[in-house]
């Protein structure tokens, strides 16, 4: 008796850590992956709208065609955790001055991740709308600072919620109370991270890249959001648009493939080998820069400027663009 019973905990075991192993296909997942796989991963869906999350999502139909379309996301997918996006930077203390936007500190982000229910034996899948490249950016934003924070097992839904929707997946409104999870820092990647001197130094020198991740108006310098002190670009940096970032299709956005990003980088001066800065406004828009550089196109050798231009032109330092009348 003894011996079966020793038997069936050494099988028990084995199919838990079986349970344990899987590891991701790579950065991005598909909805197909997903759905065979949600037991086995943590789900978490970056959000600035949370009300969506717990509302019905909308649907049309196309008069013509008689196929269902959706118009407005709502619900969740089963078993998944909500993460305002709002928590994912916050204001720290640097050199004596309050600064917004920024990764949180070890321990914040340690207890932030907790909160959410996460632990550290099973990958982690992050969820954005889904429906515009600014949304995307929040999880991919989340998605830096897990990596930032030595988390290599996690990933980011392609599509995002729209598309799971757009598929006719299944999904819930209903919420759910978890328990504090284990999830810890498994390291810290300062090589991740650009400083105001790593920009200002790239900038004089030509080298490291810096990719600005903004739209042309804002890039030229014909608008400006108004955290950003001034008007136009770093000097020295090449632009690549968010919205060149993701196609469209059935009401979501989905990643292109490796070689269409090559030719996009090759197409707005930027190298795919060389090392690499990328910015925005705040750091939120430049997570899509780094997130395609460093994950899709690989080039390891890729860093965010936490705080991008609103850091940058607190401290007063200079950007260039066209006249302005």
């Known amino acids: 008796m003894e011996k079966i019973q020793w038997l069936l905990a050494f099988v028990l075991t084995g199919l838990v850590s079986l349970a344990q192993a899987i590891t991701l296909p790579g950065s991005v997942v598909s909805a197909d992956w997903l759905a065979n796989n949600l037991s086995e991963v943590q789900i978490i869906e970056v959000r600035t709208d949370l ?24 619900g969740h997918i089963e078993n998944s955790t909500l993460l305002d996006f709002k928590k994912v930077r916050v204001e720290r203390l640097v050199d004596g001055k309050k600064i917004k936007f920024l990764i949180p500190e070890k321990a914040d982000f340690e207890k932030l991740v907790q909160s959410l ?42 599509g995002g919620i729209a598309g799971w929707l ?37 900038s004089k020198a030509g080298k490291p890249q810096l990719l600005d991740a903004r739209q042309p108006a804002q890039y030229l310098g014909l608008t400006k959001r108004p955290d950003v002190v001034t008007f136009g670009h770093i000097a020295g940096s090449k632009e690549l648009a968010p919205e060149l970032l993701a196609k469209p299709s059935n009401g979501a956005l989905y990643f ?70």
């Open 51 to 74: 009300a969506s999350y717990f509302t019905n999502p909308e649907f049309d139909t196309d008069k013509k065609t008689g196929k269902r379309f959706l118009v407005e996301v709502g």
């Open 117 to 158: 229910g996460i632990n550290s034996d099973k990958p982690i899948v992050l969820v954005p709308i889904g429906q515009d490249m600014s949304d995307i950016d929040e999880a991919l934003r989340t998605y830096w600072s897990f990596k930032v924070y030595g988390e290599d097992q996690v990933a980011l839904l392609d």
């Open 166 to 202: 757009g598929e006719g997946r299944e999904f819930t409104t209903a919420g759910s109370q978890k328990t504090a999870g284990n999830w810890v820092s498994k390291a810290y990647r300062k090589d991740l991270i650009a400083s105001s001197g790593d920009v200002a130094a790239a």
């Open 256 to 325: 292109w493939q490796k070689n269409t990003y090559d030719a996009l980088m090759a197409a707005n001066g930027l190298s795919i080998k060389g090392p690499t800065i990328a910015y925005c406004n705040t750091g939120h828009l430049a997570a899509g820069g780094w997130f395609v550089m460093s994950e899709l196109v690989g080039n390891k050798s890729t860093k965010l400027y936490d705080g991008s231009l609103y850091l940058w032109t607190l401290e007063g330092r200079p950007l260039v663009g066209v006249p302005l009348n």
